[in-house]
């Protein structure tokens, strides 16, 4: 099992910054990805941004330029840092990790941080 903790989530006027947090526990040895999703109000979970085992990175369109995903190995810990923030941009965020055992893939969530743009 992989424990993710989640923490960084507040609320921000549109403009300003945010920088999201997730560690990661457990049994970490396989995790092949790690990523931020995030589901506003009526809306389907999407992915935000993820990064892979290489260093790769990929993001959605809409974050494209103002959100940057990183990682800190030492400290197995996912970092996503969200400046120009929009009201769009309201959602609860998930942090995901993905793991391979025997082909078999894993994935794994957090509880999730609420992160509120006010226009």
């Known amino acids: 099992q992989v424990q993710l903790v989640e923490s960084g989530g507040g609320l921000v006027q549109a403009g300003g910054s945010l920088r999201l947090s997730c560690a990661a526990s457990g049994s970490i040895s396989g995790i092949r990805s790690m990523g931020w999703y995030r589901q506003a109000p009526g809306k389907q979970r999407e992915l935000v941004a993820v990064?892979?085992?290489?260093?790769?990175?990929n993001y959605a369109d809409s974050v494209k330029g103002r959100f940057t995903i990183s990682r800190d190995n030492a400290k197995n810990t996912v970092y996503l840092q969200m400046n120009s923030l929009k009201p769009e941009d309201t959602a609860v965020f998930y942090c995901?990790?993905?793991?391979?055992?025997?082909?078999?893939?894993?994935?794994?969530w957090g509880q999730g941080t609420q992160v509120t743009v006010s226009s």
């Open positions: 995901n990790a993905a793991k391979y055992v025997l082909a078999t893939r894993y994935e794994y």
């Open positions: 990064i892979l085992s290489g260093g790769i990175t």
